[in-house]
């Protein structure tokens, strides 16, 4: 099975919980405990990489905008609203596959060939390396 989904995720609000959020998901979604495990570790492992990312630049964390022009560009925007306009509503909607074994082959033959790629890139680059911000997909 593969689960795909997006959603966006306030870094500043420490009273938000990946685990709660995870079990509140999965028991939506009628989901076992295998998945609500798998998205509580994506969850903090994202949280970690941006964290990480604002340290290393030194960001205050006292509310004041990333001065990092290219860390910048990768949050989003302040929300205004929770609803969605109906041509977001297909990407923020949780989709739920069933693959077939040549499936699992190929996307894990794709992560394989994606990490190796971001590794040769990042080979050359002096000075500081921020993390790699794109989300790991996870595979159970």
Same mark, same amino acid.
């Given at each position: 099975?593969n689960?795909? =989904?997006?959603?966006?995720? !306030?870094? *500043?609000? %420490?009273?938000?919980? @990946?685990?709660?959020? $995870?079990?509140?998901?999965?028991? =939506?979604?009628?989901?076992?405990?295998?998945?609500?495990?798998?998205?509580?570790?994506?969850?903090? &492992?994202?949280? $970690?990489?941006?964290?990480?990312?604002?340290?290393i630049?030194?960001?205050?964390?006292? *509310?004041?905008?990333v001065?990092? &022009?290219?860390l910048?560009?990768?949050?989003?925007p @302040?929300? =205004?609203?929770?609803?969605?306009?109906?041509?977001?509503? =297909?990407?923020?909607?949780?989709?739920? /596959?069933?693959?077939?074994?040549?499936?699992? !082959?190929? /996307?894990?033959?794709?992560?394989?060939? !994606?990490?190796?790629?971001k590794?040769?890139?990042?080979?050359?680059?002096?000075g %500081?390396q /921020?993390p790699d911000?794109?989300?790991?997909?996870?595979?159970?």
């Open positions: 099975m689960l795909i =989904d997006q959603f966006e995720w !306030d870094l *500043g609000d %420490v009273t938000s919980s @990946p685990e709660q959020f $995870a079990e509140v998901f999965t028991a =939506d979604l009628g989901l076992s405990g295998e998945f609500k495990t798998a998205i509580a570790h994506q969850i903090r &492992e994202q949280i $970690a990489v941006f964290l990480k990312s604002l340290s630049i030194g960001h205050p964390f006292n *509310g004041a905008p001065a990092d &022009e290219e910048r560009a990768s949050f989003l @302040p929300i =205004d609203t929770c609803e969605r306009t109906e041509n977001q509503v =297909d990407s923020y909607t949780p989709k739920l /596959l069933q693959l077939s074994e040549a499936e699992i !082959d190929k /996307l894990t033959k794709e992560r394989e060939r !994606d990490a190796r790629r590794r040769r890139q990042t080979k050359g680059r002096r %500081v /921020l911000r794109e989300p790991n997909k996870t595979q159970r």
